[in-house]
């Protein structure tokens, strides 16, 4: 079990992991304890089929740091209802 933390902003996870669990395994639980959670999905390969969470943003690796830093704005934004 995947627990997340009490007042997260944004979860973005390195989706190619090395333990038994993927990162989509994770963004799923993460939207199971709070299914407002924004989801940033970074990957440049990923053994398992894709399985992106509803509302989630998706950044193929290699990305630019102003990449992250506005999908962050972005799905923020999405969280508090902002255009």
């Known amino acids: 079990m995947v627990q997340a933390p009490d007042r997260a902003g944004a979860h973005h996870r390195h989706w190619a992991c090395p333990e038994k669990i993927d990162g989509w395994q994770i963004a799923e639980s993460c939207r199971e304890h709070d299914p ?48």
């Open 36 to 83: 407002h959670l924004p989801v940033i999905c970074a990957t440049g390969f990923s053994p398992v089929k894709p399985r992106p969470v509803a509302g989630s943003l998706m950044l193929q690796k290699p990305y630019h740091p102003d990449d992250i830093v506005k999908a962050v704005k972005d799905v923020t934004a999405a969280k508090r209802g902002v255009n």
